[in-house]
């Protein structure tokens, strides 16, 4: 089977999140019915990962063919995980926590995950508003490592 990821990247606050979730339908559409197999990893950090996630389950309920997985990547065992286990198992298909990450320290372990998702992705989708934070620092990085960039907060 030939797996296509996806990861995705914004800030923990984004600007006009109605349009940003207009483009990421769109773009959704695009990729779920035009590849064999669809990997969407994605982190729980703030506004974008929310506002991705939720669009990412409707497109699937809308126009999946089962070949999609929406997969959530912890940089480290989280409490908020921990006790709610079930409704996370519910809402994502996978859970994963990043064996790099888990073994860093704390305050660097989202930049440790976010970089091995770039490292597995086919394809980053972020949300991009200004030069700071740490999703502008991932899509730097991304950018150095030649990965295929979407920034939804960009006019088509």
């Given at each position: 089977m030939n797996i296509y990821t996806v990861?995705?990247?914004?800030?923990?606050?984004?600007?006009?999140?109605?349009?940003?979730?207009?483009?990421?339908?769109?773009?959704?559409?695009?990729?779920?019915?035009?590849?064999?197999?669809?990997?969407?990893?994605?982190?729980?950090?703030?506004?974008?990962?929310?506002?991705?996630?939720?669009?990412i389950r409707r497109a699937v309920k809308n126009y999946g063919c089962g070949n999609t997985s929406l997969i959530l990547v912890l940089p480290y065992m989280k409490a908020e995980y921990h006790n709610n286990k079930r409704g996370y198992l519910e809402y994502y298909d996978e859970i994963e926590v990043c064996s790099k990450s888990s073994e860093v320290h704390y305050k660097s372990a989202i930049q440790v995950r976010n970089r091995n998702m770039v490292n597995r992705s086919d394809l980053v989708i972020c949300c991009i508003q200004r030069n700071s934070g740490g999703a502008y620092k991932t899509v730097q990085y991304a950018k150095k490592q030649n990965c295929r960039i979407v920034n939804l907060a960009e006019e088509n």
């Amino acid at each position: 089977m030939n797996i296509y990821t996806v990861s995705f990247f914004g800030h923990r606050e984004i600007e006009n999140p109605l349009e940003i979730e207009k483009r990421l339908e769109r773009l959704l559409h695009d990729i779920i019915t035009q590849k064999e197999y669809v990997e969407f990893l994605i982190g729980r950090e703030g506004e974008f990962d929310l506002l991705a996630a939720s669009v990412i389950r409707r497109a699937v309920k809308n126009y999946g063919c089962g070949n999609t997985s929406l997969i959530l990547v912890l940089p480290y065992m989280k409490a908020e995980y921990h006790n709610n286990k079930r409704g996370y198992l519910e809402y994502y298909d996978e859970i994963e926590v990043c064996s790099k990450s888990s073994e860093v320290h704390y305050k660097s372990a989202i930049q440790v995950r976010n970089r091995n998702m770039v490292n597995r992705s086919d394809l980053v989708i972020c949300c991009i508003q200004r030069n700071s934070g740490g999703a502008y620092k991932t899509v730097q990085y991304a950018k150095k490592q030649n990965c295929r960039i979407v920034n939804l907060a960009e006019e088509n």
